[in-house]
């Protein structure tokens, strides 16, 4: 035979000597799945912690004082964060508003709410890249803040 015949045994070979990554391209195989970007669950944390404060307003306005300005915080959030999670993925569609809660909610509530949001916001923040790091930072700290003040 004149040209060089590709066996089994040589393609296999040849592909042990690539990376694993190069490798599963050639085989016509994505690395696996995407992670989803973990800004996502907090921008949703977002929203919802804002429309149950929003709802604990509209349930008791004596608390509207202690509670627009968090309502206000975290609908800030949703956007900056929605805003970045876009700069990344231009095409992911607009996040629907949450959901209104199923009861009427109050100051403790709110406050469970927002200590969670800022728990997770710290976690998620251990794990990014440099240049997300801050937003997140700032979003944690927020809702830890807004946290102490409800207490």
Sequence with gaps: MAG????????????LLLPPAVAGCALGRAAGPAEPDP?????????????????AVAADPNLAAALQPLVEARTQHAAALDAEIAR?????????????????????????????????????????PPERVGLVASVAVCCNTYAEVLT
């Excluded at 060089?4 to 592909?15: D, H």
């Design 4 to 15: 060089a015949v590709l066996s089994r045994r040589r393609v296999l070979a040849g592909l």
């Design 39 to 55: 800004l996502i669950a907090l921008a949703d944390a977002a929203r919802a912690d804002a429309a149950l404060a929003a709802a």
């Design 88 to 128: 990344l993925n231009p095409q992911r569609p607009t996040p629907a508003p949450a959901p209104p809660p199923s009861s009427r909610p109050g100051r403790p509530e709110v406050q469970r709410a927002v200590l969670a949001s800022g728990r997770a916001a710290a976690d998620v923040a251990l794990g990014l």
